[in-house]
């Protein structure tokens, strides 16, 4: 194995944060090679400070290399800067463990957590000299595999991802690479060691099927292959996350990162239906780790980092069933050593307040409440359960004990939207303020909208998109109305990015041409980025590449066609599907699982514990 270190002395001097590149960070894995060992670099494809905010590479880190055959190592994203550097240079693509070139090693693997990533994946793979393209890439290439929320649909990149990891990564990463490096020791071509892979829950092999579209260019079906690939890949799960390790010490990362603090999952899943969250839909049923557990990893790794803050994670965090005692326990441990604790998407109550104002003090951080739609209607079409009753006592008490901003989260080009549900967000904003005004309070309403992105599998998958003209009118018109109410800052998400975002997330195969000509001819790369976002160059590509994405964004699509996106079973029936969206069209909400179960068919997978049943 060679290493690239002597020609990063030359050039890290020369790029922008070079620790992005040097590795070495305190709990750093390093092994001694041994040619018995599997190597496997992990790739977020964004840079260092994006990526090492990823508690799933922490703990897939963690757990991959608990293992002594198997070595994981990681690799970030050059940025513009360095990319130039290492092309001048001829450095390839590196892990930034032992500075191995990414191509020597035996599996090289993405996660993707957005969809404006992909074109990155395509990056990091010219920068480790790896042909593009599953079919040009030989046997002493590495194996390429991919997993994370987008693996739900990962069609748009069928042909240069050779393995796709469906699911909870703790159990499935593990078991593959074993597998893989069981494989490679018994010198088993490529085509034969995918075969194999199929034995690992949730694994999905694009290159063993063929798509079939009708004489309208629909899709119609995943053809097979190969006849050993199953006809539906199930998602894997980890049906006890107590059965799972956690990481007790995690990477402390050199440079500022986005979310610099150790990070502890409470639980997984979420019971309160959204109908346009994806996460609630893959991530079914709930599972909770023990309090106790939680307690323990939070003081080991805050011991370990000496980190000055502490994060829980979840969708929800006020429905942990244990939350007053865990809160309790970590504030016991937390305050006296003045160590901040973040707790995102807490449900505001008496307890929140109480512990958010012992820990904040006399420095009120903002509160923030994900509305979503402006008014009550809205809500119950998208299902989000929060009322304006609970806004206004919850801000009522807020400004009392001295808060002085609040951030309102809304969607636009939501299913059933109308201007009327516009006015609801100029009219919830204003008599905010004529609430703070009243008490005599300084106080600000930071309004932040992003526009509807309708995701495969989840209630809205079918609904057509807003046109980026749609978008941009309900844009202005949001900003006129709320310019003049003082105290109101109104910030909005770029139309274009939003469409593309769509074509992706509900694309097929035929978009892998699209991202080829994006990338090589044009240049598109970190496409989630708003600086360097390159519209002009993506409407080409798509043009050039016959992708019309009105198919793929604007249509309304019929729930009773075959969707690309189906070769991918998360476990939520098809018939739930329909019966929410049915029910969200007439604006009937659904219950929380924590009353009764709605019947989304995940107990018929696993064991469900809000239902306690697995029919
Ligand atoms: S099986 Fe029932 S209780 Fe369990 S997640 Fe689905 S709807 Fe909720």
Known sequence: MSNVQKQLDKILPLVEKPARYIGGELNCVIKEPAPDMLRFAFCFPDTYEIGMSYVGMQLLYYLVNKEEKLWCERVFAP???????????????????????????DVLGFTLQYELGYTNVLLCLKEAGIPLLSSERSEDDPIIIAGGPCSFNLE?????????????????????????????????????????????????????????????GRYLRHRKLNEKAPGRVLRDFVSDLNDVDYPDKTLVPLIEIVHDRPSVEIFRGCTRGCRFCQAGMNYRPVRERKKERIVEIAK???????????????????????????????????????????LPSLRMDNFAFRILDEMQGVRKSGLTFACEAGTQRLRDVI?????????????????????????LYFMIGLPTETYEDLDGIVDLSARIMQLAKSKGKRFNVNVSVSNFVPKPQTVFQWVAQNTSEEFEKKHFY??????????????????YQSKLEAVFARGDRRLCKTMLTAFEKYGCRFDAWTEGFKEEAWEKALAETGIDDTYFALNELDPSDPQPWEIIDNGVSHEFYVRDYKKALAAETTPDCRQGCQGCGINQHTECPMCGSLS
């Open 300 to 342: 080991s790794q805050l011991l370990d980092s000496g980190a000055g803050e502490l994060s829980v994670l979840s969708l929800s965090t006020s429905d942990y069933s244990d939350f007053e005692p865990l809160a309790l326990d970590l504030m016991d441990y937390c305050l006296p050593r003045q160590i901040g604790i973040s």
């Open 156 to 216: 748009p990149l069928a042909d240069f991802i050779d393995i796709v990891l469906v699911g909870d990564g703790e159990t499935q990463l593990v078991k593959l690479l074993e597998l893989i490096r069981q494989c490679k020791l018994k010198g088993l071509k490529k085509k034969d060691i995918l075969e194999e892979a199929l034995s690992v829950p949730g694994v999905y092999i694009p290159s063993f099927y063929e798509c079939e579209y009708d004489e309208n």
């Open 383 to 407: 299902n989000k359960n929060i009322t304006e009753d609970h806004i206004f006592k919850t801000l009522d008490q807020a400004m009392d004990m001295g808060w002085q901003s609040v951030k």
């Open 478 to 495: 949001l900003k006129d109305r709320l310019r003049p109410i003082k105290g109101v800052s109104y910030k909005y998400h770029g139309s």
């Open 79 to 105: 940025a513009e800067d360095m990319a130039e550097q290492m092309q001048k240079n001829g450095v390839f693509l590196f892990t930034l463990e032992s500075k191995t070139p990414v191509r020597e090693c």
